[in-house]
């Protein structure tokens, strides 16, 4: 079922009257792709769906959960975490206090990637790291750290290449340090004491602001400014830009870049972008 403009505009005002989520700057083609899967899964007509979401408020959350994709692993994209593991964290290795903020977190996985790295390089204990999604559900199942997978072997591979591990003996003492895996129910639990670290809480990228009132020395924002048209990916990158300390760095999705104006204030690296300096 193909959508035209006028009937994408009248679902992203009828969700942004509703609940104030806004996806009327979305990417046309992003959005639609995402719409019409909707309309497809749940055998509505667009003038159904808008119905339904004026009915339910748990149906229009469940909608938002829809438009907004959740798609998230453990150390996923190894080659960026062997990156982060060898040459991002180790700049900030000096530092009193390391903040971190993970935007558009989904499900938690790479907020608890991020922490068995500093775990693993002695510099978890001085760092502060935060998650946010714009989905509730997801956030509940952060908060839990319990992950259900098909094929726990395929997350444990990423696992093995971030950190160099061959032997099975080798890897299984060495992941059993941060999380358990229950082969028969096909369950990942991650350490409470972990889950009880990160500050996590909604938000949403497009209306609101720091919510944690502080200033980051990373942030890693992957693979949901594809989702944002042109004009609202540079005042994303701005409000990044503000938030960050001087010797900040950004990770993207491996498809995101930073274009336009705000790329004189960033440096490109292979994997991520730094804060320029002051002039």
């Known amino acids: 079922m193909e959508l035209n403009v006028a009937e994408l505009n009248k679902l992203c005002d009828t969700i942004k009257e509703i609940s104030g989520y806004d996806f009327t700057e979305y990417s046309v083609k992003s959005l639609s792709r995402r719409v019409e899967k909707i309309l497809t ?23 938002v959960r829809e438009i907004t994709v ?7 994209d190894p080659d960026l975490w062997i990156c982060i593991k060898d040459d991002i964290l180790p700049r900030y290795k000096n530092q009193d206090k ?22 693993e390089l002695g510099m978890l204990e001085k760092t502060e790291v935060y998650g946010t999604d714009i989905n509730t559900s997801v956030i509940a199942e952060a908060k839990k750290g319990i992950y259900r ?16 591990l061959n032997d099975k003996k080798e890897s299984k003492q060495h992941y059993e340090k941060h999380f358990s895996v229950d082969w028969i129910k096909g369950i990942i639990k991650i350490k409470k004491e972990y889950t009880e670290l990160p500050i996590l809480a909604k938000h949403d990228l497009v209306n609101d602001k720091n919510i944690f009132n502080t200033n980051y020395d990373i942030i890693v924002c992957r693979n949901l400014l594809i989702y944002f048209n042109q004009e609202l990916q540079n005042r994303t990158f701005y409000f990044f830009h503000t938030m960050m300390n001087d010797n900040g760095t950004l990770i993207l999705g491996a498809h995101e870049s930073i274009m336009g104006s705000m790329i004189t204030k960033f440096e490109k690296r292979e994997n991520y972008y730094l804060k320029k300096a002051k002039e």
């Open 41 to 63: 899964d749940y055998h509505l007509t667009i003038e159904q769906l808008i119905v339904k979401l004026y009915d339910s408020n748990d149906f229009l959350e469940e909608i």
């Open 70 to 76: 959740n798609t998230t692993e453990l150390f996923r």
């Open 98 to 119: 390391i903040r971190i903020w993970h935007i558009g977190m989904s499900s938690g996985q790479e907020v608890y990637s991020m922490i068995i790295l500093l775990k």
């Open 149 to 164: 997978f098909r094929i726990i072997a395929d997350y444990l591979e990423n696992y093995n290449k971030v950190f160099m």
